[in-house]
């Protein structure tokens, strides 16, 4: 189902999407793809807006999993790539439309800086929270993708108490 509401879209007289973007986004709200909703919008290029209704399950139906077997929000197409991992689609967005101004350009010593906080926020931040909120004993520091929730929390504030 496509949404035609507060998104760039190339939309017919009808209504209906007329295929002209080069970006798809698989969606539902509230969800993790609510960031590359807000990327998309920040890049100001034509997309398609596909949302999954996941109360009902549309994103374990075999036309979804076709396009990310995982059944997760959010997948992108774009001119035959599709993308999922919302740090990744975010990183792909940057990169694909430089115009945009909204990463470093590759071999700028920024780059690096760029790439860890891009990454940062999934494979650190979130699961020590989701551990932290389910109640969950995390494992040995040594194996878990984040440390521990303190040593993560600490990284952030220093980054922002630095202002980088």
């Excluded at 740090?87 to 940057?94: S, T, V």
């Excluded at 551990?131 to 520091?141: F, T, Y």
Aim: charge should be negative; charged fraction near 20%.
């Amino acid at each position: 189902m496509l949404w035609d509401g507060h998104c760039r879209m190339a939309v017919g007289e009808e209504g209906r999407a007329m295929g002209k973007a080069q970006l798809r986004l698989y969606h539902a709200a509230p969800s993790r793809s609510s960031t590359v909703l807000w990327m998309l919008e920040e890049l100001g290029e034509p997309y398609e807006l596909s949302l999954l209704d996941l109360k009902n399950g549309e994103q374990r139906q075999p036309a979804y999993l076709a396009i990310n077997p995982m059944g997760k929000v959010p997948a992108l197409e774009h001119n035959g790539a599709v993308v999922t991992e919302v740090g990744a689609i975010c990183c792909y967005l940057a990169d694909a439309f430089p115009q945009a101004g909204l990463a470093p350009a590759i071999g700028d010593p920024l780059r690096g800086p760029y790439l860890r906080w891009m990454f940062f926020q999934g494979n650190c931040l979130e699961p020590a929270l989701i551990d932290k909120a389910l109640g969950r004993e995390p494992g040995k520091a040594s194996t878990m993708p984040y440390g521990d929730l303190d040593t993560t929390v600490e990284a952030l504030a220093g980054l922002v108490g630095e202002g980088r």
